[in-house]
C-alpha cells in the first residue's frame, strides 16, 4: 500500500489545522479560481502516491497539460494520473466524447503508455456528448446576446440531457441494439430543436457519425465499470484514491458566477456526489491557486489587467487555453474570490503554481477587498451582476528581479517571493503546501 507522507500537516499559528492523518487517503483537488490553475500539474506530481486517481465532473471543454521532461501532454478527459501507475476513473459526473477518449488513448499508446482495461476504466453511466450536443452548444452560444464564451464542446447540452433523463450512457454506446433504440427515441426531438435554432437536423442521424460511434462503443466496451463500487472497494483496502476536478471553483454551475459558469458542480463536495463516496471518507482537500487570477471566456474578473501589464503577464504564463487557444484574461490576485473558494470547498492545503510568472514585476498587488457601491467588502457578493460592479482594493508589496525556475527549495527563493507567499498564506488562513515556479514536475518544491 502506498501511503503519501504526512508533511502536508501545518502547524503554523493562525492556520486552520490540518485533518490529522486518519490513514484514510481519500484526496480531491479543485481548481480554486476559474480553471486552468495549474490543476494538471499538480495532480500528475502528486498521483504517484495514489492507487486511483478519477475524474468526477466536466468533459472535454477541460485542458490539462503535463509537463514530463520535454514532452508535453494535453489532456481533456483522461485523468492527469494516467503517467504514473494509478489505475485513472472516469466517473459517471462526466460527459465524454468517445472520439476525444479515442484521440487521447492514441496519443498516449504513441508515446508507450497503454491505456487498456486495467489502466483505464470507465462508468457505465457516464453520459455520452453526442454530435447534436455540439451543434446545439453551437447554436445556442451564436445566438446568444449576452455570450457565455462556452468551449463549444456540447458540454451544456449533454448535461441537460442528463438532468433531463434524455441521455445516452456509455453503457448504452457499447450495445449496437440499445444504442441504436435509445437514438431513435430521441432523434425526433433532438432534430426539432436543432431546426428551429436555424441549424441542419441531418447530424442527429448521420449514419457516417452513428457507426463511428458504435465503433468507439465497442472499443471501450471493455473499460466499462462502476466507478463507485471501485473507489469504495479501494479505500476499504487501504489504498489511495485521488478525486480529480476540472474547470475552477467559480465556474460553478451552482455556486460560481452564473450565468458564465460551466454546467457542472466543480467543487470538492462535487467529488462525493459523483463518484459515489460519501463525505465521512474524504481526508483532504487540495486547492490549486495560481499566483495570480485568469479566466477564459465571460464573465467578471475584478483584478482584471487589460493594458501592457495583463499582457506581460499573460505571454509570461502562456496564458493561452489549451482547449480553444484562446487568450486567457489575466488580474491580480483576487483573495475575496479566494476566500469564497475555501468556503466552499473546505480546503485543508493549498498548491501554490506559477509564482515564476509574477518575476520582474516592480511591485505585485493583492485585492484584499472590494469597493462596492460605496461600501467596503471582503467577500463577494451573491450575485454575478454586483461582483462586475466591485472595484479591487489592493494591499502593495514589492516584486522580485531574479529568476525562480531554478529554484529547488522554498529556502532559495528571493525574500520578496517568500514574504508575497506568506502573505497569501496569512490572508487564505490555509497552509501552502506545494510551490511551483514552472511547468516541469521538478520545478515545484515544499513550502517547510
Ligand atoms: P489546468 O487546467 O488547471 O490543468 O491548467 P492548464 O494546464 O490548462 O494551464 C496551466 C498551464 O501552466 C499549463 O501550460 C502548465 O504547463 C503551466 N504551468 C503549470 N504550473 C506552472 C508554473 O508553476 N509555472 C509556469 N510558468 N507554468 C506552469
Ligand atoms: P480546466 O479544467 C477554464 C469556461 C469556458 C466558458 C465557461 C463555459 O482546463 O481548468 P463550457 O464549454 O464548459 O460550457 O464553457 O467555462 N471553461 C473553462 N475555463 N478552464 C477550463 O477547464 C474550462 N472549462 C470551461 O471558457 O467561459
Ligand atoms: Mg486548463
Not at 476559474?34 to 466536466?58: H, M, N, P, S, T
Not at 440499445?178 to 432534430?191: D, G, I, M, N, S
Not at 470547498?345 to 511591485?363: A, C, F, H, R, W
Request: glycine fraction near 10%.
Amino acid at each position: 500500500m502506498k501511503m503519501p507522507g504526512t508533511e502536508a500537516k501545518y502547524t503554523g499559528q493562525n492556520l486552520i489545522k490540518v485533518k490529522p492523518d486518519s490513514g484514510l487517503m481519500f484526496t480531491i483537488i479543485t481548481g480554486a479560481q476559474f480553471g486552468d490553475e495549474g490543476k494538471g500539474k499538480i495532480v500528475d506530481l502528486l498521483a504517484k502516491d495514489y492507487d486511483i486517481v478519477a475524474r468526477f465532473q466536466g468533459g472535454n471543454n477541460a485542458g490539462h497539460t503535463v509537463r514530463v521532461g520535454d514532452e508535453v501532454y494535453k489532456l481533456h478527459l483522461i485523468p492527469s494520473g494516467i503517467l504514473l501507475d494509478a489505475r485513472v476513473l472516469i466517473g459517471p459526473g462526466v460527459v465524454l466524447n468517445p472520439e476525444v477518449l479515442a484521440e487521447e488513448a492514441e496519443m498516449f499508446e504513441k508515446h508507450g503508455i497503454k491505456v487498456d482495461s486495467e489502466k483505464l476504466g470507465v462508468d457505465a453511466k457516464t453520459s455520452i456528448i453526442m454530435p447534436y450536443h455540439i451543434e446545439l452548444d453551437g447554436l445556442r452560444e451564436a445566438a446568444r446576446e449576452t455570450k457565455i464564451g462556452t468551449t463549444r464542446r456540447g458540454i451544456g447540452y449533454a448535461y441537460i440531457d442528463k438532468v433531463a433523463r434524455d441521455e445516452i450512457r456509455m453503457a448504452e454506446l457499447a450495445d449496437r441494439e440499445r444504442f441504436l433504440k435509445r437514438l431513435e427515441e430521441l432523434a425526433p426531438q433532438k432534430e426539432k430543436e436543432i431546426e428551429a435554432m436555424g441549424g441542419d437536423p441531418k447530424i442527429v442521424r448521420d449514419p457516417v457519425l452513428i457507426e463511428r460511434y458504435l465503433e468507439l462503443g465497442k472499443k471501450f466496451a471493455a473499460y466499462i465499470t462502476d466507478v463507485s463500487r471501485e473507489i469504495n472497494q479501494a479505500l476499504d483496502d487501504g489504498k489511495n484514491v485521488m478525486a480529480e476536478a476540472a474547470q475552477g471553483t467559480h465556474l460553478d454551475v451552482i455556486h460560481g458566477t452564473q450565468k458564465f459558469v460551466t454546467s457542472s458542480s466543480t467543487i470538492a463536495g462535487s467529488a462525493c456526489a459523483n463518484l459515489g463516496v460519501g463525505p465521512t471518507r474524504v481526508d483532504s482537500v487540495i486547492a490549486i491557486v495560481k499566483a495570480y487570477i485568469t479566466r477564459v471566456g465571460e464573465g467578471p474578473l475584478p483584478t482584471e489587467l487589460t493594458g501592457e501589464l495583463g499582457e506581460r503577464i499573460q505571454k509570461a504564463g502562456g496564458e493561452f487555453g489549451t482547449t480553444t487557444g484562446r487568450g486567457r484574461r489575466c488580474g491580480w490576485f483576487d483573495l475575496p474570490l479566494l476566500k469564497k473558494a475555501i468556503a466552499l470547498n473546505g480546503y485543508t492545503e493549498i498548491s501554490l503554481t506559477k509564482l515564476d510568472v509574477l518575476t520582474g514585476l516592480d511591485t505585485i498587488r493583492i485585492c484584499v477587498g472590494y469597493k462596492y457601491k460605496g461600501e467596503s467588502l471582503d467577500y463577494p457578493p451573491e450575485l454575478t451582476e454586483d461582483l462586475g460592479d466591485c472595484s479591487p482594493v489592493y494591499e502593495d508589496l514589492p516584486g522580485w528581479k531574479s529568476d525562480l525556475t531554478e529554484v529547488k527549495a522554498y529556502g532559495e527563493l528571493p525574500e520578496n517571493a517568500r514574504n508575497y507567499v506568506r502573505r497569501l498564506e496569512e490572508l487564505m488562513k490555509v497552509p501552502v503546501n506545494y510551490i511551483s515556479v514552472g511547468p516541469g514536475r521538478a520545478q515545484t518544491f515544499k513550502k517547510e
